[in-house]
Nanobody, 116 residues
C-alpha cells in the first residue's frame, strides 16, 4: 500500500518561507512524476509544481520564481520550498505521485496559512 505523508505546513507571515515535505512509503517502483497541488476554500485543486522522472520541472505561473520543487535520488521524498509567501498562497497543499499505468496517489494534505 503506497502512502504519502506531508509535513511542513503552518502559519507564516507574508514574505516568509516554508518548506513542505512528502515522504512516500510502500512503493517498490520509481515514480514517473511527483507533484504538489493546492486547494483553497471554495476553489478547485490546482497544480503548484511537478517534477518528472527525468528531473524536469514545471510551475504554476502564480508561484514561478518563488517556489522550488525537488526530490531525493531515491524518489521517496519530494519537497516544495515556498518563498515570499503571499496571503493568496493560503491553501491545503497536497502531495501527488504518479506511476506507470496511470496509478496515482495523494497525501492527506498540509495546511499553509499566510497572514497579511
Amino acid at each position: 500500500q503506497v502512502q504519502l505523508m506531508e509535513s511542513g505546513g503552518g502559519l507564516v507571515q507574508a514574505g516568509g518561507s516554508l518548506r513542505l515535505s512528502c515522504r512516500v512509503s510502500g512503493s517498490i517502483f520509481s515514480s514517473n512524476a511527483m507533484g504538489w497541488y493546492r486547494q483553497a476554500p471554495g476553489k478547485q485543486r490546482e497544480l503548484v509544481a511537478i517534477i518528472r522522472w527525468g528531473g524536469s520541472t514545471s510551475y504554476a505561473d502564480s508561484v514561478k520564481g518563488r517556489c522550488t520543487i525537488s526530490r531525493t535520488n531515491a524518489r521517496d521524498t519530494v519537497y516544495l520550498q515556498l518563498n515570499s509567501l503571499k496571503p493568496e498562497d493560503t491553501a491545503t497543499y497536497y502531495c501527488n505521485v504518479l506511476y506507470t499505468g496511470g496509478f496515482e496517489y495523494w497525501g492527506q494534505g498540509t495546511q499553509v496559512t499566510v497572514s497579511s
